[in-house]
């Protein structure tokens, strides 16, 4: 049951340069789309959220894209920084569920 | 302001025994949500729950494992007669009510089942 991918299992990135960290989802039906940080050995942290009647959301540093036809999200992230190197995780909500459904996440490194 | 609180952080079980994970919501939440993180997958929703009552619990495997979120105390999760397919991270996470997709996860338990 693949129902949300990142195919990029990694990404590098230089500071100060923009991170785009994608994802792909199959169920039309989700209500809102999710990303989330994850460092080693931590719970993931809540970074920002996109209600699917929107198609871009932004909070500071952090921007993501939802493109419904397509099935497809973006989390951007500029100006990168150091800190900004861990997991990220996309994962829609709803679809008459009540869960999350996490891809398989997009390790980003962010090299000074 | 405290966060998610899941403890132990690191539990070790030998084939056979029982493990039991706890979770404190955050103030205010009344829903709890577990998941679990095998070794490089990503997090697989395993049981919501409300106090007292278990809203849906489509992820749980069917045997050995249980939850429950009682009226007073923390969430327990349950999983008896561990073997090693069980070794993985368990997170839980907990949202107010009304606001079901706001989940806040707690550091999570890591379980190794020797």
């Known amino acids: 049951d693949q129902q949300v991918k990142q195919n990029s299992p990694s990404l590098s990135v230089q500071e100060g340069r923009i991170s785009i960290l994608n994802c792909d989802y199959t169920n039309s039906m989700f209500d809102y789309f999710l990303w989330y940080k994850k460092y080693p050995a931590e719970g993931p942290t809540f970074l920002i959220s996109?209600?699917?009647?929107?198609d871009k959301n932004e909070d500071g540093r952090f921007t993501v894209f939802l493109n419904k036809s397509a099935k497809h999200l973006s989390l951007h992230i500029v100006p990168s920084q150091p800190g900004d190197s861990a997991v990220y995780f996309c994962a829609p909500y709803g679809g008459a569920t009540n869960k999350l459904i996490f891809g398989t996440g997009t390790l980003l490194a962010v090299q000074p | 302001n405290a966060g998610v609180m899941q403890n132990p952080r690191h539990l070790v079980r030998r084939r056979g025994q029982e493990a039991r994970l706890r979770c404190s919501p955050m103030k205010g939440h009344s829903h709890v949500y577990w998941y679990r993180q095998l070794p490089e997958e990503g997090l697989k929703f395993m049981v919501y729950?409300?106090?007292?009552?278990?809203?849906?619990e489509s992820g749980m495997p069917k045997e050995r494992f249980s939850a429950e979120f009682p009226k007073e105390g923390p969430s327990i999760l349950r999983i008896q007669q561990v073997v090693r397919g069980d070794s993985a991270a368990y997170f839980c996470?907990?949202?107010?009510?009304?606001?079901?997709?706001?989940?806040?996860f707690g550091p999570g338990t890591r379980l190794t089942v020797t």
């Open positions: 729950l409300q106090k007292e009552n278990i809203i849906d």
């Open positions: 996109i209600s699917s009647i929107k």
């Open positions: 996470a907990s949202s107010p009510a009304g606001l079901a997709y706001e989940q806040y």
